[in-house]
């Protein structure tokens, strides 16, 4: 292609290099002088790429991905474009799958497998789509139980966290309840010694009582005495002072 279009440019440099005739008309009245945009020489066609072509059929698609498809189909770019079709049909009808393996939709997975057999050219067409298609089953499944398992995890670290937490809060709310029951106790303690000597007050002062009591009643008694003496006395002044009236004014005897 290289040698093609050198020869191309040989055969133009060569017409432009050669001097046009003038024209019949113009020939007569003076000399003819082509014009600067026919003297330009024409612009270089770049090779032709097709990996570039290739890469402009697919612009999203990732190019490193491209160019090992370009490279697996010989350079041929028909049969690239073809292989990067089935491809992307293939990881289309892969994620389905998968999507549907991950969400537990049994429906679905059977229905993309029966339609993938009825798609089958032959039996071992057949058992290779079956072997792909279980196989993928297979391992979204598992990410799944992974999934799943990780989640589950996850939350009993969580609580494994919280319960944790809440141990430290127990046992810091232990350690204060413990440090307020020994002040307590010796609250109690005290307490009991200020009772104690309470207890020893009290009795003494019901001694105290008991002996005011009985030196109480001693004078009663003992004044009780003093009146009946006094009564006593008082009953014999009366009798001496009768007796000493009735000597001094006592009448003359009678016989």
Request: proline share 0%; aromatic share 8%.
């Given at each position: 292609m290289d040698a093609a279009v050198d020869s191309r440019k040989r055969c133009v440099a060569a017409f432009l290099d050669e001097p046009s005739p003038a024209p019949p008309h113009l020939a007569k009245r003076g000399r003819f002088v082509p014009c600067a945009?026919?003297?330009a020489p024409l612009p270089v066609l770049a090779p032709f790429d097709p990996l570039d072509a290739f890469r402009r059929v697919f612009p999203d698609a990732d190019p490193r991905g491209l160019e090992a498809c370009f490279a697996a189909s010989g350079r041929d770019i028909n049969a690239a474009v073809q292989a990067y079709r089935a491809q992307q049909a293939r990881d289309a009808l892969a994620h389905r799958l998968a999507?549907?393996?991950a969400d537990g939709d049994h429906e679905r997975c059977a229905g993309v497998l029966v339609?993938?057999?009825g798609a089958a050219t032959d039996v071992d067409d057949a058992k290779n789509r079956a072997t792909w298609m279980l196989e993928l089953i297979r391992n979204a499944t598992a990410e799944r139980a992974a999934h799943e398992t990780a989640a589950e995890a996850a939350r009993l670290h969580e609580e494994n966290a919280t319960l944790r937490e809440h141990a430290e809060h127990g046992g810091r709310e232990a350690a204060r309840l413990r440090e307020e029951n020994a002040a307590l106790r010796e609250r109690a303690a005290a307490a009991d010694r200020d009772g104690t000597v309470l207890k020893r007050g009290v009795m003494a002062q019901q001694r105290r009582y008991e002996e005011i009591e009985r030196d109480a009643?001693?004078?009663?008694?003992k004044v009780a005495e003093l009146e009946m003496a006094?009564?006593?006395l008082n009953v014999r002044l009366r009798d001496?002072?009768?007796?000493?009236?009735?000597?001094a004014y006592r009448g003359p005897d009678v016989f």
């Open positions: 945009a026919s003297m999507s549907a393996a339609e993938q057999m009643a001693a004078m009663k008694k006094n009564y006593a001496a002072d009768g007796c000493r009236f009735q000597t």
